[in-house]
């Protein structure tokens, strides 16, 4: 059966936000008394939601006892307040989109980033309309590499696992991805934290735009 469905992330394979996600990190930790970290230091800590983010930042400037709430809380109105300051879709993103569109396959966003946020920005950068569902970190009560997560949208498009692919850029979207026995295809260019041969995964594309001739090359 040919794909028809085609499930992606956000940060690290549609957008590179690393550049906003830290401006709120260190403006945190600004609030906290803290020195900032460096950008490669905030990227390293992408991927698994913004609880996460907020928790390995704290670690990273030795700030124990502090209110976790509250440091997200300060971390998250930031980044509400400028979400895309710097961020941008990756080079093709947009033109392939389009050509994934006119192809007749269904494209959603499976994010672990709050949901309004998800929605937020992909407004803003006018990614939005190609999307017919967007599931974020705060849409279940669970979140990637959860695989209910990637069953939940299979099954809101009534979709079969073997019909569907997963475009994503990290350890977290290939354990998703394989546990709901849904194909990966990895983007090199993202936010992982480990080498390429440790990810499990059916392709690896450097350009995005390089996306639409792997699918149709795809066996049916």
Do not use: W
């Amino acid at each position: 059966m040919p794909v028809s469905l085609v499930i992606f992330d956000l940060d690290g394979t549609l957008i590179d936000s690393a550049a906003d996600l830290a401006h709120a990190v260190n403006g945190m930790l600004a609030a906290l008394g803290r020195e900032p970290l460096a950008l490669d230091a905030v990227r390293a800590m992408i991927g698994d939601g913004m609880a996460k983010l907020v928790e390995r930042a704290l670690a990273a400037r030795g700030l124990t006892g502090v209110d976790a709430r509250e440091a997200q809380r300060l971390c998250l109105s930031r980044y509400e307040a400028e979400p895309v300051r710097a961020t941008v879709p990756y080079p093709g993103v947009r033109a392939t989109l389009e050509r994934l569109r006119e192809a007749q396959l269904r494209l959603a966003v499976c994010t672990n980033k709050p949901a309004h946020l998800s929605e937020t920005i992909l407004e803003r950068l006018d990614l939005a309309r190609y999307f017919t569902r967007v599931v974020g970190g705060d849409t279940l009560p669970f979140r990637k590499p959860d695989p209910r997560v990637l069953e939940t949208v299979l099954a809101d498009f009534g979709a079969a696992a073997r019909e569907a692919l997963m475009v994503g850029d990290s350890e977290v979207d290939a354990a998703a991805a394989e546990a709901a026995g849904v194909p990966l295809v990895l983007m090199t260019y993202g936010y992982r934290r480990g080498p390429l041969e440790g990810i499990a995964r059916l392709a690896a594309i450097e350009r995005f735009d390089a996306l639409p001739e792997l699918i149709r090359a795809l066996p049916a």
